[in-house]
């Protein structure tokens, strides 16, 4: 793994957040915020005081057991945590029907928003009878507990209903991201070995419909995979092609099974969900998560990072189901809750670029959590967009995905919060499976830009090359010192990778990839991924894995990928060719050349992974044993002087890239 913790350390500007450690703006919880908060600082020392007594304490209250646990951590397996290992439950039971049985079946529990205008009202007891159903017609279609299931659907109820059906069944889910290719789809069908896709005729998408099923049968056309069957949802009314035999429609088999099931009791640590993230090589890498944990960890930090108060906020997380926040902070930690919440379809400016702000004026939402670059976005389109609509409701504001930068959060706090919402600027992956590192609204004293300290109950600190904790006012690297319930257990198939990965570069310490920095405070600082993982909107990108997609073109002899700092996506894909002498791009002019790779890419990954830019270059930086030299094109692909060049095995290639891009083409 190369790391550039220099790059990234020594210039605070990188990542887009500037002049971090003057920042000296300070917003204190007002007295009417503290006086209502769920979490008070004595949580901090109860937690400390014994931190498995403190998560025992979250399980029990927060969590319905059907055989409650007696044991708490079991550590003796590290890496690999065991939580509350001999307790029993069932996730969709926490979700859904332990509410209807307390009375508050009436609930709201989602209020969907279509991308169209068209919405439907589900009630938690509406809920528990639509998974029912899903879990009954899983079973039908011959899905047992243990068995994976690929979900493959743009954020509609059914999405929903159907990742609570198989946590129902016991049957891990695996949700594949709408906006990706047949191609990742189909090597994540493979590495889970799933026995069924979950898909729709399409989703609505900048006004128009959206196809998806088409990727899946692209996705299992490529070779033999475990699937029997394809479930598929009616929701565009598009065309598709049908497998006779395979394919089946949600409303034939769905709509008229038995709304009654009994939800299936599993351990503890039976494995809830695989999510496929990007890692530093080229494969996606299958996190998967356990049951008892993580739901734990899910509803703590929900209640108490957003300060949920279920009976009356309205809370929405613009999340799509397809990343870690749509699992943690859209079906598992709100549901769990019990809370009321806002799902919507559709793109921001879809029909116009206050379809967020209408929103919230619409269902009167208390709370909104969302990424830095939605932010970004919507301050470039002005702020006269937001001011038009009534965002009075909104109480609690949260952050995730990347870095703040000081200025977007003071936008966030002033326009959309009114100066008075808290912001919490929450820190974590999809490896943790929630929340780690965030102010806590009723306690802490935020700052512009900082995430600034990990929630009761979790260990975090900045270490040097060697381990050794930083100073205060010094840089690092971000490790988890202790383990917590919702930690991943392992990546899908590959126990060694995850030891590798996570464990290997400080002994005993869990490595997230990200550089950090403590403030004189003590506070930490979030500084970007320190490894070759980009994150482009808050996504998480691969560079080998672009370069692989790069290579797999005709034209293309070699590639290499940076992640360039942008205004409005935090970081963007800069790809470097080395295109081949014999390729066939013929009289294509550069700018051709650009917009094949840009959309060869998208069709090998996915639209996000698309770069902003393609240069034909002659040669590329690489250092005597032959590793390239990626730091040096991000310098160039940000238009700075380019840094110490002195470890390539030759020289002169810098000054030929640069000569290269100067010349007009
Ligand atoms: O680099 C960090 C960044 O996102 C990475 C995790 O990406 P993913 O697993 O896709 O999960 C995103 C949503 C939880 C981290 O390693 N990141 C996430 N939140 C923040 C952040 N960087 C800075 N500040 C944050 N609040």
Request: net charge negative; with cysteine; proline share 6%.
């Amino acid at each position: 793994m190369s790391l550039h913790l220099e790059a990234c350390v020594s210039d605070p500007t990188a990542g887009g957040l500037e002049n971090l450690l003057s920042e000296d703006r300070r917003f204190p919880p007002s007295a009417e915020f503290v006086a209502q908060a769920n979490a008070t600082a004595d949580l901090y020392s109860w937690a400390n005081a014994d931190r498995p007594a403190f998560w025992a304490e979250q399980a029990r209250d927060l969590i319905s057991w059907s055989t409650p646990f007696q044991e708490v951590l079991d550590w003796s397996q590290a890496p690999v945590a065991r939580w509350f290992a001999d307790g029993r439950l069932n996730a969709a039971y926490n979700a859904v029907d332990r509410h209807v049985e307390k009375g508050r079946g009436d609930r709201v529990a989602l209020h969907f928003e279509g991308e169209g205008g068209d919405t439907r009202t589900i009630t938690y007891a509406d809920l528990q009878r639509e998974v029912s159903k899903a879990a009954n017609a899983l079973t039908a279609l011959g899905v047992g507990t243990g068995d994976r299931v690929a979900i493959y659907l743009p954020l509609i109820p059914e999405a929903v209903f159907t990742m609570l059906a198989c946590a129902r069944i016991g049957a891990p889910h695996s949700v594949v991201f709408g906006g990706f290719s047949a191609e990742a789809l189909h090597s994540r069908i493979l590495d889970a070995e799933a026995t069924l896709v979950v898909t729709a005729d399409g989703g609505f998408r900048r006004g128009a419909p959206s196809a998806l099923k088409p990727a899946v049968d692209e996705a299992l056309a490529k070779g033999p995979t475990s699937v029997e069957h394809v479930l598929v949802v009616k929701r565009t009314g598009q065309d598709v092609e049908w497998t006779e035999g395979r394919d089946v429609w949600w409303s034939d088999v769905v709509d008229p099974a038995s709304d009654q099931h009994t939800p299936v009791e599993v351990d503890a640590e039976h494995p809830l969900f695989i999510l496929y993230t990007s890692g530093t090589t080229g494969k996606p890498k299958g996190i998967f998560h356990t049951t008892g944990g993580y739901l734990t960890q899910a509803a703590y930090t929900h209640l108490n990072v957003f300060d949920l108060k279920p009976e009356t906020d309205v809370y929405w997380c613009t999340a799509d189901i397809g990343w870690i926040t749509g699992h943690t902070y859209v079906v598992y930690g709100p549901l769990v809750n019990g809370a009321t919440q806002v799902i919507y379809e559709g793109t921001p400016d879809t029909p116009h670029r206050g379809r967020w702000w209408e929103i919230i004026a619409k269902y009167g939402v208390t709370i909104l959590y969302t990424a830095p670059t939605a932010i970004r976005t919507c301050m470039k389109w002005g702020e006269e967009i937001p001011g038009q609509f009534d965002l009075s409701s909104l109480r609690v504001l949260g952050s995730v995905g990347e870095p703040i930068n000081p200025e977007a959060w003071m936008w966030y706090r002033r326009v959309i919060g009114g100066d008075k919402a808290p912001i919490v600027d929450t820190w974590w992956q999809t490896e943790t499976g929630a929340i780690m590192i965030s102010p806590l609204p009723g306690v802490t004293e935020t700052k512009p830009g900082s995430a600034q300290v990990p929630l009761p109950g979790i260990a975090a600190d900045v270490v040097d090359d060697d381990a050794h904790p930083v100073p205060n006012g010094a840089g690092g690297y971000l490790v988890l010192t202790e383990p917590w319930p919702a930690m991943l257990r392992g990546i899908w198939g590959d126990e060694e990778r995850y030891k590798d990965t996570y464990w290997s570069r400080f002994r005993g310490l869990y490595f997230a990839g990200d550089g950090a920095k403590k403030d004189d405070d003590g506070d930490i600082w979030l500084l970007g991924r320190v490894d070759d993982v980009m994150n482009v909107s808050g996504h998480r990108l691969s560079t080998t894995e672009i370069e692989s997609a790069l290579v797999s073109h005709p034209w293309v002899a070699e590639a290499a990928v940076v992640g360039a700092t942008d205004d409005t996506t935090g970081q963007a894909v800069v790809a470097f060719v080395i295109l081949r002498g014999d390729a066939g791009v013929g009289e294509s002019s550069p700018d051709e050349v650009q917009l094949e790779l840009r959309n060869h890419v998208a069709k090998e990954i996915g639209p996000i992974a698309k770069p902003r830019q393609v240069l034909v270059v002659q040669e590329l930086p690489k250092t005597r044993s032959g590793k390239i030299m990626r730091r040096l094109l991000r310098d160039v692909a940000e238009h700075r002087a380019v840094g110490d060049a002195t470890t390539l095995a030759d020289s002169s290639v810098m000054d030929l890239i640069a000569q290269g891009l100067s010349t007009p083409s």
